[in-house]
């Protein structure tokens, strides 16, 4: 059996700031408000010849150039069964149990998620994340998202499940 290693990355670097509300329920949810999000991941991969298993700058780089792309916006979940969602000239008008909320669409990210909470944020970073390292040899990997200190969700893939956990 070959041998695996576990590779864990959790860098300063790897963070992005964004707006969101977490819905509860179709009456309930959050004032819009902002955290200072915190991205690490564990892979695991056979060992190479080499005694690498993976390259940590690739996988450094890749949570990095995620972690921009969610920085500095407002972030909606677009699946969500509880809003609607539609563009308005520069806006987005979101429905929400009775409330009407606009915002500029180029402040605004709509994610396919079905809440803005950091459990939902993990897995769409894991997807990304696995989406980027097709054809690698990866057995597992994990992302966590952390919104302060002592406070994250993570989301698991396993090569033997072929999905997300």
Known sequence: MDRLATLYIDKESHKFS?????????TERERLHGHNYSVSAMI???MGANGFAADYNVYK???????????EYLILAAASPHQQIEELDDNYRVRFNGEEMQFLRTD???LPIVNATVEEFSHYLLQRLLAAS???ALVEAQVCVASGPGQKGCASWRAMDEGIA
């Open 18 to 26: 964004a707006a969101h509300y977490t819905i509860f329920s179709a």
């Open 44 to 46: 695991a991969a056979p």
């Open 61 to 71: 780089q890749r949570i990095k150039a995620l972690c921009d792309e969610l920085d």
């Open 108 to 110: 605004t990210l709509l």
């Open 134 to 136: 097709q054809g690698e």
